[in-house]
């Protein structure tokens, strides 16, 4: 159960929007910054153990409250809000206070500093950030919309072009398939050609052994009957005799 109790009279602690927030490298918490009291820096700090390694965004919600975390690059940001505060909100602090955090610390000593050793320099800037995000979240929430439908469009505008290349990609396959179709029908026109010559030689080569059958059968016809080829004599003979 999450127990929080009153601390300074701000505009933040007015609103009470977030009640916590920290900056860690890993598990080590190197700066932070609350009003409050109570026992939410313990469960924020239970949450951060069980925590993936890979750059992402979760939320987890326990009595009415919400603990927000933004892990990239191996540190950890983390604001425990009201339920009532809309998640984008609390990440848009998140990605303000990462912002800052890399501007001053990225490739330093933030590396290397110890837990909490960070408090004095940036927790003040954690809180600054805070008031912010509660004074100009209409705005804030406008940019969202803004960027949400920036992405929208950059999404459908890759669909788009990814349906583009793959029609593309269809019609040179298509293509392909047409100069396959127009290649086969070429070897087809060669082979039909061969064939035909092919038929026709046959052919021929019929028809030849049909005339020399018939000139064989002629020919068999002719001496069986002329007995050899006495026929041409007799009749030259019989000519010859007559008066």
């Given at each position: ?11 933040q ?62 540190y ?22 990462k ?30 950030h ?38 593309g ?36 080569k ?10 064989l ?27």
């Amino acid at each position: 159960m999450v127990s929080v109790g009153g601390g300074m009279g701000d505009k933040q602690q007015e609103e009470g929007w977030f009640i916590y927030s920290f900056v860690a490298r890993g598990t080590i918490v190197l700066a932070e910054f609350t009003e409050y009291t109570g026992n939410f820096p313990a469960i924020a700090a239970q949450c951060l153990q069980r925590l993936p390694a890979s750059n992402n965004r979760y939320t987890y919600a326990c009595d009415h409250h919400t603990f927000n975390f933004l892990l990239h690059d191996g540190y950890v940001y983390c604001v425990v809000a009201k339920e009532s505060v809309p998640k984008h909100i609390s990440m848009a602090l998140l990605e303000r206070v990462k912002a800052d955090f890399k501007k001053r610390y990225g490739g330093g000593k933030a590396d290397t500093a110890i837990a909490k050793s960070l408090n004095k320099e940036f927790g003040s800037v954690i809180k600054e950030h805070m008031q912010y995000t509660i004074e100009h979240a209409d705005e804030i929430e406008k940019l969202l919309k803004v960027k949400a439908q920036i992405s929208e469009i950059k999404s459908i505008m890759f669909e788009n072009i990814e349906k583009a290349i793959d029609r593309g990609e269809k019609l040179n396959e298509l293509a392909e398939k047409t100069t396959d179709l127009h290649s086969q029908a070429q070897d087809f026109r060669k082979q039909g050609t061969k064939i035909r010559k092919k038929m026709w030689f046959h052919n021929m080569k019929i028809k030849l052994l049909i005339l020399g059958i018939l000139l064989l059968l002629v020919l068999i016809i002719w001496v069986s009957i002329c007995q050899g080829f006495n026929c041409t004599k007799q009749e030259d003979g019989n000519a010859n005799t007559k008066p």
